[in-house]
T-cell receptor
Framework: EVVMTQSPATLSVSPGERATLSCRAS??????LAWYQQKPGQAPRLLIS???TRATGLPARFGGSGSGTEFTLTISSLQSEDFAVYYC?????????FGQGTKVEIK | EAQLLESGGGLVQPGGSLRLSCAAS????????MSWVRQAPGKGLEWVST????????HYTASVEGRFTISRDNSKNTLYLQMNGLRAEDTALYYC?????????????WGQGTRVAVTS
């Protein structure tokens, strides 16, 4: 099983600042990686597929990068609606696996 | 607009069974692989199972293999998860999700979930 490790567990950021979230895979997943956002009481929302392809309608301030075992989600200028938990997920191998999540909170 | 609506959750004793359903609308259900993902209270997301477009190929996480069965009825636009031998650790909110495509295993449409509680 591919283990996905996200860091940090919690990221405290001021509105307008840049947030950088990391996701590491225990073995190469090529570019078969997705990022999701989840707000309290809501279902997850797909942000990024294929490591860097933004979902339809996703603001340009969200960007994904990386391949192999190291991936990054960057939010260039945090808005109030961006404070949430973010998960990475690999779909290169079965079973599909998620990281444990990074909570982005208001500083 | 693509939508998914789960149902069938509830309270069940250890060892019991439940069948979850997920009604799909707004997209061509028969052309999309579908998945179940669960979230235990206060915890992260856990992928449970995926089924291909015909139902001929299925995958499961190890902890549910042999106890859970994913299936679909393309004539009814409905996805199912039959859960047998339920354990306390199966307690979670169960989401139905549509795969982005048959070649990309991200999940781009999610339901609101149905709760399963396994307790004596």
């Amino acid at each position: 099983e591919v283990v996905m490790t996200q860091s940090p567990a919690t990221l405290s950021v001021s509105p307008g600042e840049r947030a950088t979230l990391s996701c590491r895979a225990s073995q190469s997943v090529n570019s078969n990686l997705a990022w999701y956002q989840q707000k309290p009481g809501q279902a997850p929302r797909l942000l990024i597929s294929a490591a860097s392809t933004r979902a339809t309608g996703l603001p340009a301030r969200f960007g994904g990068s990386g391949s192999g075992t190291e991936f990054t989600l960057t939010i260039s200028s945090l808005q109030s609606e961006d404070f949430a938990v973010y998960y990475c997920q690999q779909y290169n191998n079965w079973p599909r696996t998620f990281g444990q999540g990074t909570k982005v909170e208001i500083k | 607009e693509a939508q998914l609506l789960e149902s069938g959750g509830g309270l069940v004793q250890p060892g019991g069974s439940l069948r979850l359903s997920c009604a799909a609308s707004g997209f061509t259900f028969r052309s999309q692989a579908m998945s179940w993902v669960r979230q235990a209270p206060g915890k992260g997301l856990e992928w449970v199972s995926t089924i291909d477009i015909s139902g001929g190929y299925t995958h499961y996480t190890a902890s549910v293999e042999g106890r859970f069965t994913i299936s679909r009825d393309n004539s009814k636009n409905t996805l199912y998860l039959q859960m047998n031998g339920l354990r306390a650790e199966d307690t979670a909110l169960y989401y139905c999700a549509k795969d982005y495509s048959n070649y990309v295993g991200s999940m781009d449409v999610w339901g609101q979930g149905t709760r399963v509680a396994v307790t004596s």
